[in-house]
Nanobody, 122 residues
Framework: VQLQASGGGLVQAGGSLTLSCASS????????MGWFRQAPGKEREFVAA????????FYADSIKGRGTISRDNAKNTVYLQMNSLKPEDTAVYYC????????????????WGQGTLVTVSS
């Protein structure tokens, strides 16, 4: 599976951004998809994940209520919409794919995109 993340950029605090992750190479709907982020000097952390059908969604407390993960299996793409962005949301955001079973642990994911940088200015 090849993953290509996009949509990052510079946004003011309080603003919104939608990240996209396009998949190719394998059957997209076989994979549980997640978003993770890594800020400078910090460990990679879970942000959100979505089940293969899109019916089940999981969020980290840090993004709950401000973020929405979704997927379009026809377009082989997963999205992360983030609202009310805060400077502490500044990080490189990665999409990742895992076969079948849900997980919020980055070590459980099999495939990773290259990351897209989100910078939130105060």
């Amino acid at each position: 599976v090849q993953l290509q993340a996009s949509g990052g950029g510079l946004v003011q605090a309080g603003g919104s951004l939608t990240l996209s992750c396009a998949s190719s190479g394998r059957t997209f709907s076989d994979y549980f998809m997640g978003w993770f982020r890594q800020a400078p000097g910090k460990e990679r952390e879970f942000v959100a994940a979505v089940s293969r059908s899109g019916s089940s969604k999981f969020y980290a407390d840090s993004i709950k209520g401000r973020g929405t993960i979704s997927r379009d299996n026809a377009k082989n793409t997963v999205y992360l919409q983030m609202n009310s962005l805060k400077p502490e949301d500044t990080a490189v955001y990665y999409c990742a794919a895992r076969l079948l079973v849900p997980s919020t642990r980055h070590i459980d994911y099999d495939y990773w995109g290259q990351g897209t940088l989100v910078t939130v200015s105060s």
